[in-house]
Each structure stands twice: as structure tokens, then as C-alpha cells.
């Protein structure tokens, strides 16, 4: 396999933590006319105030015209977000990687409803770093170790230990206990998330998704479990936990989807990403890296 080529740096720097937009020309012809009748008014006052600019850096005017295909670059107009109101925690940090614990309720980067509070661009702005990059995300309700790529350089190298699943990840839970569920156990399923539908699914066909389960400790009829995948399908571990009939405390998605408020962040869900050990790419050794965070808090 070839290796993958590094697309080429946008020509408008982070801005407020935030890279700019990359926008395709559709019909060719008059910039302005397209970008108008695609994203209304707006798009005339960036132009005009020359914050639209082409793939060489250059801006556009009311009289650019450019074909069908060719790419021009801005920055997305933010709205308002509710703060997340948790601290994120930095592990390791050298000229190469950044380690944080991520807390619950903070997507790892921007997307959908989520962009200034986010990992990512909180990130970028707190430590100033620009070329900041996640080598691999966790969903906005899990917390834990979470590994970003300090400069541009070394994105290619850390973001292909996880493509490869050469990371070794453990996950911490807390979830019903039922003596009839036989543990540890590894399930192995076929895991399906569509486009716009909120649950993810199982269904029959060529196994994707494989998580090994066991359990640490219980209290009562609550326990702590360890969870193991090998795989990285998007809400795998939830879904394979709901599916031996012990959600994960605190899911807003599994068994059933339950409304929550976007300023409600009194009951999180209660999964932790605790470990992540990998070979390190650059320098050869071998890597551990712990939350310290606590469930249940």
C-alpha cells in the first residue's frame, strides 16, 4: 500500500483555534454569485471584507471568477455555545504529542452543534497551538486519554498507530451486575451507525466489532468493569454492553434515547477511557498512558 499523501496546508492560519473552511466551487463562473445564492448574504460581507481567499492564498473580489472544482477557503461564522464546565487535565506533553484526560460532555473536535467547545479548540487556544491534531477521538460523553499530534510533522506517524490498531486501549464502566451473565467474555458483532440515526445497531453479516469484558469489582447490584476492544466502531462498547442487558450507567442512547438538556451535565455517562500503550512511532519505546479520573463522581 502506498503511502497516504499529506493533503496540503490550508492558506489561512488557525484563527481563534479554528482552521478555516474549505469550500468546492460547483458551476464555475462568478464567486460571489455561487457563494451568494449558497450561504446567503454573509458570504458577501466576507468577500468583502477579504476573509474568502482561493487555493494560493489569494482573495476574492466581486470579480473573481473561478471553474467548476476549484476550492476557495474562509472561517465558519460561530454561534454561541453552552460552556462545558470541566477542566481538561494534560498527561504528557512534549514536541511531538500532547496526552490529555479529556472530561465528559466535550467532543474531541469540532462537529454538528459542537465547535468552540470542543477538545480541540480549546486546546489550540489555551496552549497556543495551531498545528494541533487528534490522532484519534473519543465521543463527547466518554472521558479520558485522549492523544492529539503537537505539529503538522508527526500527524501522518500517531494517526496511523490507530488506523493499523496498533493501540492497546483499556475502558473503564459502570453497569448493572447480573449473576446470570457468565464473565469475562468477549462478544464479537457486527456493528452498524447510519448517518443522522442515534443508535448504532447490531446486524448479521461479517463480524466488525469485538470488546472483552470482565468485571473488576461490584458494590451492591452495581459493578466496575474492564473493557477491552479491538476494534474502534463508533458506540462499540455501549452497544455491546447494552446488548448483554447491562447499559452503561448513565446512556443516554442505550437501551432507550433520553432527552437531555444541553446545560445538563449532572449525570454523565459512565465511561472512561482509562489506558492507552502503543510503541511510539519516533523514538521506539514503549508508551503507557492512565487517566487519573474517577467514575461515579
Known amino acids: 500500500m502506498s503511502p497516504r499523501r499529506r493533503a496540503p496546508e490550508p492558506p489561512l492560519p488557525v484563527r481563534d483555534g479554528l482552521g478555516p473552511v474549505r469550500i468546492r466551487i460547483r458551476t464555475g463562473g462568478r464567486v460571489l454569485d455561487e457563494l451568494v445564492s449558497r450561504f446567503g448574504g454573509a458570504a458577501a460581507e466576507k468577500v468583502s471584507r477579504g476573509e474568502v481567499v482561493d487555493a494560493a492564498g489569494v482573495s476574492i473580489t466581486s470579480e473573481t471568477h473561478l471553474p467548476a472544482g476549484a476550492v476557495v477557503f474562509t472561517y465558519r461564522e460561530v454561534a454561541v455555545e453552552i460552556p462545558v464546565p470541566f477542566a481538561i487535565d494534560v498527561l504528557h506533553w512534549d514536541e511531538n504529542v500532547l496526552v490529555v484526560d479529556k472530561p465528559h460532555f466535550l467532543a474531541t473536535m469540532p462537529r454538528g452543534r ?44 500517531y494517526q496511523s498507530l490507530f488506523a493499523q490498531r496498533e493501540v492497546f486501549k483499556t475502558y473503564e464502566a459502570l453497569a448493572p451486575v447480573d449473576p446470570g451473565i457468565a464473565l469475562p467474555v468477549t462478544l464479537r458483532s457486527r456493528i452498524i451507525k447510519r448517518r443522522s440515526i442515534l443508535q448504532a445497531v447490531e446486524e448479521p453479516g461479517p463480524v466488525n466489532a469485538e470488546t472483552h469484558i470482565e468485571l473488576l ?58 489506558t492507552l500503550a502503543f510503541r511510539d512511532p519516533l523514538s521506539g519505546k514503549d508508551i503507557r498512558y492512565k487517566s487519573t479520573r474517577s467514575l461515579g463522581d
Open 114 to 157: 459542537h465547535v468552540t467547545e470542543t477538545a480541540l479548540v480549546r486546546l489550540r487556544k489555551m496552549l497556543n497551538l495551531p498545528e494541533l491534531a487528534p490522532a484519534h477521538r473519543l465521543d463527547r460523553l466518554t472521558a479520558g486519554v485522549l492523544l492529539f499530534t503537537v505539529r503538522r510533522e508527526a500527524r501522518a506517524a
Open 217 to 274: 469489582d461490584r458494590e451492591g447490584s452495581a459493578g466496575r468493569y474492564r473493557l477491552t476492544p479491538s476494534t474502534g466502531q463508533t458506540h462499540q462498547l455501549r452497544v455491546h454492553m447494552n446488548s448483554l442487558g447491562i447499559p452503561i450507567a448513565g446512556d443516554p442512547l442505550y437501551p432507550d434515547i433520553v432527552e437531555v438538556a444541553p446545560d445538563d451535565f449532572t449525570h454523565p455517562l459512565q465511561l472512561l477511557a482509562r
